[in-house]
């Protein structure tokens, strides 16, 4: 097992290093410099190269790219030009607040999914089923910002039940129960997607594996039916279903730039947003590569879980 | 015990938290404190050291946290003294000597005097200065002409200008000339910028990353003191979001409302304010070659474009028709005399017809966005229609903004007919002769992307840039805004509003024509 790990980590390094190459070329080939996107309409050639200078960006492209690397190594990650603070200060700080978020969304869209999943093929065809998968198939078709946006229009504006965005009250807030408040609209806006989805696979998971030999022998047994469902049943199903788990997880991490766009949420996917339309090339190259090692991360947890729940899969 | 009625009790149970959930959340919720007022910003400022942003949305809370030597009177764009309570020129407009106000001092307890001054600019202007490093500083070039600071003494300094530069006044009174303190620099180096200090109405409290920035009233403020405890600018990027918060009660003031959301802010609850500012939105033609090399093609576009359409049905009324190249908030220097270029296609294509040039094909690029843009894309496309109308074949590229501003800022020659632009200045100065002088063509460092060339506009500007009496200057800024007009090297489309609204708590606010905004007398109840 521990071996198994240890590749899979290994092999993850080659993986970053492609994501650093490809992040780095993109944000130096796209047109648009950081000098003219800081000076505006007073971007004259003659302040453009000044500034440049001073930010370091007149040192050849591969050149560039290296001592980026080579910083990185060592835990620099250089300095953000458009919000004037270290990249990693502002990355982890974001990146916290869109754990919280999307951390939230996703327990909810694997509890509520599952859950729905496994009622739906218990009832099949039955009143639960069909008022699930309509439920469902809503969830699917309505865009997330779109829910988001309307929402925000009932809940916030209209009956000022909760508030409209941020993460904390501005003033006397910070505290466990306001935490709660402004993350209730984002994380279920975030969650109804993947919620249909996998509330749609994990029934049909379920539904192959009700149809198989075991549970015909367990409920011929006498075994409880609640049994049969969760405990034979599910703990079958649980193995195609994880990995569904592990897909959804990177959708919900990538929705959640939509819905921290909506709600003001301070995330790291607004600010990978704001830092490309800023040119901040440092931000943006530090920001997804530390993104895209949480995500490599997390796969290798979800094939490391997989192969713990079924001892068919080599480690 | 079958699966449906767990089911069920879990479902009651599912309810049972979302109203206790409920129940947290309380009834009216968003009643922001009395005494604090909450500003909705449209972005997360970059830095609050003023000598490193260039962005209006870090002007906003700049102002009230500093103070320049001189400052725009209320109202105006006319210069008033500030931190200097009075000064002299030399006669031949290179020695500006400045009286400084007795007895300020910053907020951390730093005396405001001749050395604190020094020490400003010495740090955005000298390389060799210990502090230099603190920026980079992207408008240093306002300060382009100052050859070095002098402390005369305690309370007098000196500036030497290498040539009479008429502008300098106002530069002191624009974001970039405010005063930092000095020790507070030498304590924060490259975080200074996170950690401001200035001798304002307000003081730096917190700042919470893209969540708050929080000034408060700084009790020992050499004038009248500010009239709110707190101000809090919080970044809301997305206008859709902003509006809601407005109309939720989140917010108290919000600035850069979308035109097409004004009117969900009719009711008795709301006020909306209004301020023309030192914006014009304009095409920049290409005057080198092509259809637009010929004047009476350019005329004929002027005619062609139906501007009370753009700025009453695209924008909303939250812009007026652009006669010519100076705003009218520059009202000293504009030219009353001047009307803008009536909507006439018949005219247009008359004008199009005596030059031979039906059907000629245009190329025009367009912006998605972009700071003073307003609403590109709709307005390229009604302008578009209007060109089209009149038998000109119009085809958009649309670039993203910073994008546009590659293609654009290097010239369009080769590539583009024309190309939308807008610019919020400070100075009549500053537009002109940047984007209309023959010397400011792209290859001598400028902007002027069409290349637009008259002898007697260079003339003109340079003689307004270094005369020091204000009449003079109107009178050179007036006369070059009628040849301007007359050549039309751009379409004169707008002069933007900026507009503002807050809720009923809040009393005594107004816009600035300077787009600054200026909160030291606003009351919140």
């Not at chain 1, 290296?66 to 270290?86: C, E, Q, V, Y």
């Not at chain 1, 009932?154 to 807030?173: D, E, K, T």
């Not at chain 2, 000034?215 to 500010?226: L, M």
């Not at chain 2, 590539?415 to 001598?444: F, H, I, Q, V």
């Amino acid at each position: 097992m521990v071996s198994y790990i240890l590749k899979r980590l290994l092999s993850a390094i080659p993986v970053l290093l492609g994501i650093t190459i490809i992040v780095f070329l993109i944000m130096s080939l796209i047109p648009g410099d950081p000098a003219t996107a800081i000076l505006g309409s007073y971007a004259t050639p003659e302040n453009v190269e000044k500034l440049n200078r001073d930010l370091g960006l007149d040192k050849p492209m591969v050149q560039r790219y290296f001592i980026w690397l080579g910083n990185m190594l060592t835990g620099d990650f250089g300095r953000s030009f458009s919000l004037n603070r270290p990249v990693i200060d502002e990355v982890l700080e974001r990146f916290n607040a869109t754990l919280i978020l999307a951390g939230t969304a996703f327990t909810l869209c694997s509890l509520l999914g599952i859950l729905a999943g496994v009622v739906s093929a218990a009832r099949q065809y039955g009143f639960a089923d069909k008022a699930i998968t309509f439920v469902v198939l809503i969830g699917i078709s309505v865009p997330s910002f779109f829910l988001g946006m309307m929402m925000i229009l009932l809940f916030a504006v209209n009956l000022r039940w909760l508030p409209v965005s941020g993460m904390f009250a501005i003033y006397g807030g910070g505290d466990l129960p306001d935490l709660i408040r402004h993350l209730t609209m984002p994380a279920l806006a975030l969650a109804a997607v993947a919620t249909g989805v996998i509330a749609r696979l994990s029934r049909s998971a379920m539904l192959e594996v009700l149809r198989q030999d075991f549970i015909r022998t367990a409920r011929a047994k006498g075994v409880p039916e609640r049994r049969v469902i969760m405990g034979h049943a599910l703990r079958a199903a649980m193995v195609s279903i994880i990995p569904i788990l592990g897909i959804q997880a990177g959708f919900v991490l990538s929705g959640a730039v939509y819905i921290e766009i909506v709600f003001q949420w301070p995330g790291v996917g607004r600010m990978l947003v704001d830092a490309i339309l800023k040119r901040d090339l440092l931000l943006v190259q530090g920001g997804v590569v530390i993104v895209a090692a949480c995500y490599v991360l997390f796969n290798i947890a979800v094939d490391v879980a997989q192969s713990l729940l079924d001892p068919r899969i080599k480690t | 015990m079958t699966l449906l009625s767990w089911t069920r009790r879990s479902l009651m149970a599912a309810a049972g938290a979302a109203l206790v959930a409920g129940g947290l959340s309380g009834a009216a919720y968003a009643q922001t404190p009395p005494g604090v007022l909450i500003v909705g910003q449209i972005a997360e400022p970059k830095s609050l050291d003023p000598a490193a942003v260039t962005a209006v949305n870090d002007f906003r809370i700049l102002v009230n946290v500093y103070e320049g030597l001189t400052r725009y009177k209320s109202g105006t764009l006319e210069v008033e003294p500030s931190l200097a309570t009075s000064w002299d020129i030399s006669d031949d407009g290179t020695e500006y000597t400045f009286t400084l106000r007795d007895g300020v001092s910053f907020h951390d307890g730093t005396p405001f005097d001749a050395e604190a001054v020094k020490f400003n600019f010495d740090r955005m202007l000298d390389e060799s200065h210990p502090y230099h490093d603190t920026g980079p500083f992207p408008l240093s070039f306002f300060f382009g002409a100052v050859e070095s600071t002098d402390v005369v003494d305690a309370m007098t300094v000196k500036f030497t200008l290498n040539a009479p530069y008429a502008p300098f006044l106002s530069n002191l009174a624009y974001p970039t000339g405010l005063m930092v303190s000095p020790a507070a620099v030498a304590a924060n180096g490259k975080e200074f910028g996170r950690n401001p200090v200035g001798t304002g109405p307000f003081k730096f409290a917190e700042w919470r990353s893209n969540e708050a920035v929080v000034v408060e009233r700084n009790d020992g403020y050499w004038g009248e003191a500010a009239g709110t405890e707190a101000v809090v600018f919080r970044p809301i990027t997305d206008a859709n979001t902003r509006v809601a918060e407005m109309l939720a009660g989140g917010i108290d003031l919000m600035v850069e409302v979308p035109p097409t959301s004004l009117g969900q802010f009719g009711g008795d609850e709301f006020a909306v304010a209004e301020q023309a500012g030192p914006h014009v939105w304009f095409l920049i033609l290409n005057a080198k070659e092509g259809p637009f090399a010929d004047k009476r093609i350019r005329q004929a576009a002027n005619y062609a474009i139906n501007k009370e359409a753009i700025v009453n049905d695209v924008l909303e009324g939250t812009a007026t028709v652009a006669a010519g190249p100076t705003p009218p908030a520059f009202a000293w220097a504009y030219n009353e005399a001047l009307d803008p270029y009536p909507y006439d296609p018949e005219k247009a294509k008359a004008l199009i017809a005596e030059a031979g040039m039906e059907g000629a094909d245009l190329t025009f690029y367009v912006t998605e966005g972009g700071s003073g843009m307003l609403d590109p894309v709709p307005m390229g496309t009604a302008i578009q229609a209007d060109l089209q109308a009149v038998g000109l074949n119009v085809k958009i590229e649309t670039y993203e903004w910073n994008t546009f501003l590659g293609e654009v800022n290097p010239g369009l020659e080769g590539k583009a007919d024309m190309a939308e632009m807008a610019w919020m200045t400070n100075d009549p100065d500053t537009l002109p002769y940047l984007a209309l002088r023959s010397g400011a063509w792209p290859d001598k460092g400028g902007f002027n992307s069409g290349y637009y060339a008259n002898p007697k506009v260079d003339e003109l500007l340079e003689a307004a840039r270094t005369a020091t009496d204000q009449a003079e200057r109107a009178e050179l800024y007036r006369e070059m805004q009628t040849i301007v007009q007359e050549d039309a090297p751009w379409v004169f489309v707008a002069n933007w509003k900026q507009n503002a609204v807050t809720n009923d708590r809040v009393e005594n606010f107004g816009l600035e024509p300077s787009f600054l905004l200026h909160l030291q007398g606003v009351v919140k109840n």
